[in-house]
């Protein structure tokens, strides 16, 4: 690993861009516009030191990453709600979504946990009868569906 005086600081003006080859750009104002982004960024002589950069103060929080995981979690969930109970949909279509989104369409797999039926009875597929009967496999793989 190099220090940012290693890798080329002028301390009177910022980066030494020193390429070992030529920079080939499709769009040569992204190009230019990237070189020009790098010609201002300041730096500081001195140790580099990892900051946490979520912090103020720079020191790593474990309550401040807690809230980012969250806040990212949020983010990323789409909202299951407005998509299944969408009023363009039959309820029917709704209501089985909602099912399949908490695993609780009544399969064998299902069934056999829940001691609706007998676990001595046989859990294959009655379409297929190669695979257990699972949600996955009645939706995704069983060559009936």
Do not use: Y
């Not at 030494?16 to 190009?31: A, E, R, T």
């Amino acid at each position: 690993m190099h220090s940012v005086i290693e890798m080329g600081l002028d301390t009177q003006v910022g980066w030494v861009l020193k390429l070992n080859g030529p920079v080939i750009f499709d769009d040569h104002v992204l190009g230019c516009s990237l070189l020009q982004e790098l010609s201002v960024i300041r730096t500081s002589i001195g140790e580099d030191v990892v900051v946490w950069s979520p912090s103020i103060s720079g020191n790593f929080n474990v309550a401040e990453a807690m809230r980012l995981l969250v806040i990212a979690d949020n983010a990323n969930s789409p909202d299951w709600k407005n998509l299944i109970w969408n009023n363009r949909f039959p309820s029917k279509i709704s209501i089985f979504h909602w099912l399949d989104c908490n695993r609780s369409i009544p399969v064998k797999d299902t069934l056999i946990r829940r001691h609706i039926i007998s676990a001595h009875s046989s859990s294959f597929c009655v379409w297929c009868n190669s695979e257990p009967e699972t949600v996955d496999h009645l939706l995704i793989h069983c060559s009936w569906s």
